[in-house]
């Protein structure tokens, strides 16, 4: 059982893909956006966005088939900065992360970055193909974040449940290839990554 945190900018998808790949009736904490948050949540690029996550979600999901079966339970995070005290919480215990990416809205990604960057968990970056925004390649997504070229970029769609599912294994054999280069190096590893 491995504990996945799904995080990025508000907007960028993260309730989508919780709910897209959870073989149980996702847990939401959806609240409808109100007149109070107008001065804090910027809806430029997403106007059509009435609701925001307040807390987490949480899905389930079970891969009897993956080369070690798995199951993984998936966190996703509030998009907005004013919650980054909650994403240590929720990051606590967890094998990596995934940084979903709206590239309409890229400078909210920075955030989540940043975050997983500092407190040292391993993460991919998926570029959500959202309807009628540009397509840029991974590399141009890497270059404009500054990522290190460790840090996997991958292209998905939130909506469909087999390329969310492969998102997820990317971050399973990144955070287990992350471990094993961590240990090579002599450094004490993780006792998050210890159990992957």
């Known amino acids: ?13 993260k309730t989508t893909a919780v709910g897209a790949v959870s073989e149980i009736t ?6 409808y956006l109100t007149a109070a948050s107008a001065d804090v949540d910027s809806l430029a690029g997403i106007e059509a966005k009435t609701t925001t996550t307040v807390a987490f979600d949480f899905g389930r999901l079970s891969l009897p088939d993956a080369p070690m079966p798995l199951e993984l339970f998936l966190f996703g995070t509030p998009g907005q900065d004013r919650f980054v005290d909650l ?16 590239t309409r809205r890229l400078e909210s990604s920075f955030t989540p970055v940043s975050f997983f960057e500092d407190i ?13 925004a540009h397509r840029y390649h991974p590399e141009q997504v890497r270059a404009a974040l ?3 070229a460790a840090v996997p970029v991958v292209i998905c769609d ?9 998102v997820l294994l990317a971050l399973v054999d990144h955070a287990v290839n992350s471990a094993a280069t961590t240990n090579r190096a002599g450094h ?3 006792t998050t990554l210890q159990d992957a």
């Open 1 to 13: 059982m491995l504990k996945i945190v799904i995080a990025g900018g508000f907007g960028a998808g």
């Open 26 to 31: 996702p847990l939401s904490t959806e609240e």
């Open 87 to 102: 994403w240590y919480d929720l990051s606590r215990g967890a094998v990596g992360a995934v940084v979903l990416v709206d």
């Open 120 to 132: 040292g968990l391993p993460f991919v970056v998926a570029v959500n193909q959202f309807d009628g």
């Open 146 to 148: 500054e990522l290190p």
């Open 158 to 166: 939130a909506r469909e449940p087999n390329q969310v599912a492969g």
């Open 188 to 190: 004490t590893p993780s």
